[in-house]
Nanobody, 125 residues
């Protein structure tokens, strides 16, 4: 499966942004999709992850209540709606997919085999 991420940009604190991850080469029906983020000098961390098979989700504590991950199976796309953005949300965001993930591992980057290119999100006044 190939993943194409889009939607990054520069916004002010408190504003919203929506990232999209479009998959090709396979349907996502039985995949787990994760949105991960990374800043220079730090490890990549899971922000929001979603199992399309049973619609279970994971949110990092720092984004819970502000970010929403969702899937549009008809478009083979997973989106990340980011609201009330903070400067600490600034990072390169990556989408990833895998069809063999155990739910307990859904938030770990090492569990994913397929990655899209990153998209920069900058939150600054």
């Amino acid at each position: 499966v190939q993943l194409q991420a889009s939607g990054g940009g520069l916004v002010q604190p408190g504003e919203s942004l929506r990232l999209s991850c479009e998959a090709s080469g396979s349907t996502l029906d039985y995949y787990a999709i994760g949105w991960f983020r990374q800043v220079p000098g730090k490890e990549r961390e899971g922000a929001a992850c979603f199992s399309l098979n049973d619609e279970r989700t994971f949110y990092a504590g720092s984004v819970k209540g502000r970010f929403i991950i969702s899937a549009d199976k008809s478009k083979n796309t997973v989106s990340l709606q980011m609201n009330s953005l903070k400067p600490e949300d600034t990072a390169v965001y990556y989408c990833a997919a895998d069809d063999t993930i155990i739910l307990s591992s859904i938030r770990f980057p090492s569990a994913y085999d397929y990655w899209g290119q990153g998209t920069q999100v900058t939150v600054s006044s």
